[in-house]
């Protein structure tokens, strides 16, 4: 057994499924190894999809997702995709393949140092050698997973990969000893704080998308009357039809949300991680609670108390608290959401606009289709205009927030849920920068519409250049075009109005293959919800 065999087994043995990436020499031996595997290499048109794909399938199943570039030039543009992994937290196993082992210190043809490239972005970067593969691999995978999760690299010389492995297995290695049980701690701290508060919101975040005791969560939230609010990564890791929703932070109609937050005068932010917004941004002077798994790194004006210890058996221990009357009112929270709601859908022109996109979508789809999305002003829309009581079904990229995630995530999606409804939302300079992944679809048979928001614009720097004053430049992406029959085979739909978008999302959801519908969006009603 050769190496790369060695490598493509313990990768089966580890419940990887897919492997993502574009093939160069240095790739072929691991190619052909996991060819005679049951782990699928899944051509991407580029190494930057192959690593936002390896993310969301660690994001979405725990196990890490797996992405492979060639030297040079293929691990630069892989290190987009890393870098998704490295700030959204998911275990991901990104593997280069290098030139022989004698070239590795020498000046030659695209070589550059990987392990300088990815140390910045990967929890650790290894290299492999011809009597350590299976040793680093297993390290690699416990890496990846321990908590918090996230990338690690690996970089193998194609001489390494076709030496005879001298390795039977992976060893298991157990790096986490584990989260110290501050249950009691955490019921202390938190019922002195109920006690002398009127006014407290919950606030959860990353970190409480790997807990294993929402429910539990829930149990207190009810139990106690207190509203919650969420990140965009923590969307449906708590129902969002619940009475005590309140909104998500800092996107589509900030201004509202905020003003709800001010209202309070405590703050219990559970499996909050400030990579995706800091508290500096919104908690004003309010004290807060940060229960976690890890401390929050603020500055002297966000008045903090952290309490760090395992998640579940603090949530556990909430549940049982006896309640605390507080100020907030169901009727004062059911006008807040009208109130929330209304103003992300504005007055609207005769043009199609993306709340009117969002709400038919939401009609069409059943509530645990999973929508995956790109980085832009629709991403502020979306994140606080779409409700969903499921986990990962509302998905992009924040911590990374790179543009080009959203159709390669819808994707990744798909293979790793194939019984359920799977939709794209992107905008148009997204899908400028990923639309060569419609071949990949077109290949694989994934029955995945993509609603490409066109407005002609990259409406989120717009909006930016208005609040600031700016003159509109950079960010025109021309006319809208009429749309296409289709593109590298795979059909499309204009829609210009309601009607036409109901009819296109009816014909892609009927379609038991990819598909594109081109929604042809009025660019300047971002301008009243993205930011205010």
Known sequence: MKNAELIARTLEQAGVRWVFGVPSGPVLPLIEALGHSDVQYVLTASETSAGFMATTIGAMTGIPGVCVATLGPGATNLATG?????????????????????????????????????????????????DNVAQQLGKALAIACDEPPGPVHLDLPEDVALALATEASSPSVDLSPGFPDVSDEAAAVLSKALAGSRRPLIMTGLTFTRSRARDRLLEFIERQGIPFISTMHAKGFLPESSPYWAGVLGRARRSTVQAFIDRADLIIAVGYDPIEINYEEWARGIPVVHISTEEADVDATVRLTNVVGALDPILDRLAHLSPVPNDWTI?????????????????????????????????????????????????????????????????????????????????????????????????????????????????????????????????????????????????????????PSHYFGVPVRAAKNVRELGEALDWALSLNAPSVIEAQVDVNLYSNTVYD
């Open 82 to 130: 890393v870098g998704a992994a490295w700030l959204d937290r998911a275990p991901v196993i990104a593997l280069t393949c290098n030139v022989p082992t004698p070239w590795l210190d020498r000046r030659i043809q695209m070589r550059i140092d990987h392990h300088q490239l990815f140390r910045p972005i990967t929890k650790a970067t290894l290299p492999l050698r011809a």
């Open 331 to 483: 009727d004062e929270l059911a006008a807040h959401r009208r109130e929330l709601s209304s103003a992300l859908r504005p007055a609207t022109s005769s043009q199609l606009v993306t709340s009117q996109v969002l709400d038919l979508l939401r009609s069409k789809l059943p509530p645990d289709a999973i929508l995956a999305y790109d980085v832009g002003a629709h991403t502020h829309q979306i994140a606080t205009q779409w409700e969903t009581d499921e986990p990962f079904t509302c998905f992009s990229t924040n911590g990374w927030s790179s543009m080009g995630f959203g159709m390669p995530a819808a994707y990744a999606a798909k293979l790793a849920n194939p019984h359920r409804t799977v939709v794209g939302v992107i905008g148009d300079g997204c899908f400028q920068m990923t639309a060569g992944e419609l071949a990949m679809a077109r290949r694989l048979n994934l029955p995945v519409p993509i609603v490409v928001l066109d407005d002609g614009w990259l409406g989120l720097i717009k909006v930016k250049q208005e609040r600031k004053g700016y003159q509109y430049s950079g960010v025109a992406l021309g006319d809208v075009p009429e749309a």
